[in-house]
């Protein structure tokens, strides 16, 4: 399900909560389930060291997004992505016209979102350019989902809990 080639150094582990039993309900119900290739890199798991978000410099990551991936996104009512690596892909073909390429884009605050709606993804560390996305998709809000998570005991990072988030509900 991951992998027909090496290029990764992790898993993108949001899919890991995903079955193929699960993805053929999907489909079942009417869902179109694509795919893309990522390239996750090292860089994922550095945390941020500055103090204003303006001054990250963002790290690279490969994509290819194949062109029916796209005209799927384009066709789609709501589009899901699964996985922060995964917004990227999408965000990035999106931004640069190019379905392959490398990518520095950083996703933070006020994003101009052209592709991706609803983002399932783990609970992820403080820091991280990947919670730094969460933001950007709910806005403040992420505070309160955390919040919650941490008082009901949530397991986060990789091997943790999923959540679902839909920037159509609401940054406040």
Known sequence: MYASRPSSVAAPTAGLHLTTGVLERCRARGATVVSVELAVGLDTFRPLAVDRMEDHRMHGERYRVPEAVMEACSAAETVLAVGTTVVRALEAAAAAGELEGRTELFIAGDFPFRVVDRLLTN???????????????????????????????????????AMLLDRRWGRT
């Open 123 to 161: 609970f992820h560390v403080p820091r991280s350019s990947l919670l730094v996305l969460v933001g950007a998709v709910v806005g403040p809000r992420w505070r309160r989902l955390y919040a919650t998570a941490l008082a009901e005991g949530y397991r986060f990072l990789s091997f943790g809990d």
